[in-house]
């Protein structure tokens, strides 16, 4: 099924209560794709990550997991096919590592079932050392540093064994090696595993250097859609992020660093 | 879970069931006549017929059944909500099911109820009444279908301060002898005359037992907060529902029964996560363990601690309880 249709999103527009974020989005994901999701605060990013694991519910639309309505799923049907790493929340949850990872397994077990079998620790284990937080199993999620917690956060979403990865800003507030060492992962897991990534992000470079394909929202619309080097354009940029940018080349090949122009200048 | 914390677990269970056990028999031995251990386990084997027995089987073992039922479904129903609310400070009072059993109790005492009900006319209507507030509380927390979790606990603390206030309101108007009774009821006892009551009351509490440990794995997600769970495929709303209705069932029986019992279901569940830890799937049963533990023992001081004076047991798991949880507070850094 390479290449075949992972997500397809007709006509989505959905918000909280009355006040509607997102205004008939539509597009595909393909199977193993790599798509950044980038727009300006408020544009509604985190909200169609949220729409597309199903937390929030469309007012308009549909969105299809390969080829079945999102909402005619079970949830955790739709947990065993779609792994979730939201902005780490403050308070941390009061597990060790492993059994945080392990928790990640909860969707494939049985209504009934209460303690973990022989491959559901496999598992675990296997997503802690890609991971590179084997070493940590033991210790505490609160006395672990943010950029562990955010590996930890991913190792339990990669033990969900999912078909589609969404995660919402994983390298936010972390320095510039874990922010490589994270998008460096997804990237593995891309094309080892043929895994479809949909990331949220910031940082534009980022956005430009990992993914395959950019989604640019602008006021809860789609304003454009396409590889990198079409999207992240000067005048693209400065229309929806209404400030200066410089599109510069870098020593790497046919890849663009997005930088703002102070103002004033 | 590795297999040696497996076997952790195992030896949590076994510690606080064989405690249990040694506590019950204590508790059995003790007393206004003091029956010695080897003496008590002669008399549970062939006694029939002499006074000790009757003391053994018709009043003390009641007693430490009802312990037993009361403070372990206190304890699990403390573990649900905490778990749930994802707040240390939440107990199976703070929402009000105390005050509306009490309300409930007051309002029979002082309108002449006991008389046309009998016996059983205190603990139906305490129930009553703590199912009249849990439902209001249901109903005003619930909008479209889901249920916040921080208006719940709003409304439920409104609610409890609500039905105190009746409650002072009806003792502040009503005649000294009806006032003694409330004031008994809210005291809270483990005595209990009925034994069906008794055996009614073991078989719920065990039933919530058994039905809160198959929650235990969905209130585990439900503790990396309600998207978390969401995303690990957890039916939110419907766990949250289930949850609030059977901690409220369990805390609505046991009020019933034996009146306000307080600390049991705040302090139990926060010492047993200091020491088993967080996961819900030994946390349940060490808690349900660890709170008949508790109830009976303290229920066995309020018996002796002033004899011939029954004290109330209440009183004893407040202030054993409250000290309890100051000293696990101060040692643990108070770490949740």
Redesign the interface.
């Known amino acids: 099924m390479m290449g075949g249709s992972m997500l397809e999103i007709k006509g989505l527009s959905c918000g909280y209560g009355k006040r509607v974020v997102l205004h008939g989005v539509s597009f595909g994901i393909k199977r193993g794709a790599f798509v950044g999701i980038i727009g300006p605060n408020g544009s509604g990013k985190t909200t169609l990550l949220r729409a597309i ?3 929030l519910r469309p007012c308009k639309g549909t969105i299809f997991l390969e080829g079945r309505g999102i909402h005619q799923m079970a ?6 096919k779609v ?2 790493v ?1 902005q780490s ?1 403050e ?1 941390a ?4 590592v ?2 945080f990872v ?3 397994r ?2 494939h ?1 049985g209504r ?5 079998t022989e491959g559901d ?1 496999t598992i675990a284990e296997q997503a802690m050392v890609l991971t590179g937080i084997a070493s940590l199993q033991e210790r505490r999620m ?1 006395e672990l540093s943010g950029g562990e917690r955010q590996l930890a956060f991913l190792a339990r979403a990669l033990a ?1 064994q999912p078909q589609l990865l969404l995660l919402d800003e994983p390298t936010a507030h972390l320095d510039i090696g874990h922010q490589v060492q994270i998008m460096d992962l997804l990237r593995q897991l891309n094309r080892e595993q043929s895994l479809t990534i949909v990331v949220v992000l910031h940082d534009l470079t980022l956005a430009g250097l990992y993914c395959d394909r950019l989604i640019l929202l602008s006021e809860g619309r789609l304003h454009r859609l396409g590889p990198p080097q079409a999207v992240l354009r000067e005048e693209v940029i400065e229309e929806v992020y209404r400030t200066v940018v410089a599109v510069v080349e870098t020593p790497l090949q046919a890849k663009t660093a997005i930088v703002p122009v102070p103002g004033g200048d | ?2 297999l040696n914390s ?1 076997s952790l677990w195992l030896g949590w269970v076994l510690f606080l069931t064989a405690l249990l056990v040694i506590v019950a028999l204590f508790s059995l031995g003790v007393g206004a006549v003091h029956i010695p251990l080897q003496k008590v386990l002669i008399l549970l084997t062939k006694g029939k017929g002499t006074p000790e027995y009757t003391i053994l089987f018709a009043m003390r073992l009641p007693r430490i059944l009802l312990g037993l039922a009361v403070g372990g479904g206190l304890a699990i129903a403390g573990v649900m909500l905490q778990g749930m609310f ?1 707040n240390p400070l939440v107990e199976p009072y703070t929402l009000g099911i105390s005050g509306g059993a009490a309300l409930g109790v007051a309002v029979t005492i002082v309108t002449g109820g006991v008389g046309c009900l009998g016996l059983a006319s205190l603990p139906i209507s305490g129930f009553l009444g703590a199912a009249g507030i849990m439902a209001a509380v249901y109903c005003l927390s619930t909008r479209g279908g889901a249920m916040r979790l921080s208006r719940l606990l709003l409304i439920g603390v409104m609610m409890s301060f609500i039905a105190s206030s009746l409650i002072m309101l009806i003792m502040a108007i009503t005649r000294t002898e009806d006032l003694h009774g409330i004031i008994f009821w809210i005291m809270g006892s483990l005595e209990e005359p009925d034994t069906s009551l008794i055996r009614a009351m073991l078989f719920i509490s065990l039933g919530g037992l058994i039905v809160s ?2 929650f ?2 969905d209130l ?2 439900f ?3 309600e ?2 769970a ?6 939110v709303e419907r766990l949250k529902k289930i949850l609030f209705l059977l901690a409220s069932f369990i805390t609505g029986c046991c009020v019933s029964v034996t009146g306000i019992i307080g600390f049991v279901g705040l302090v139990i569940p926060h010492l047993m ?1 200091l020491l088993v ?3 819900h ?1 030994i946390l349940i049963p060490t808690s349900y363990l660890a709170g008949a533990i508790f109830l009976i023992l303290c229920d066995t001081l309020a018996r002796v601690a002033m004899a011939p004076v029954e004290l109330p047991v209440g009183v004893i798991t407040g202030l054993v309880g409250g000290a309890l949880f100051i000293y696990a507070l101060s040692r643990r850094g108070g ?2």
């Open positions: 694991n199903g937390l949830r955790r049907e739709l947990a065993q792994a979730v939201t929340p308070a949850p009061p597990f060790s492993e059994e392990l928790l990640g909860v969707p077990w009934f079932q209460l303690l973990e620790l609160g969900q | 879970m590795k497996r994802r440990l198959l235990s794995v585990n997600a503790s990396l907060g998207e978390e969401f995303h690990l495929g957890v039916p996560r830890g967080g996961d799937r770490s949740f």
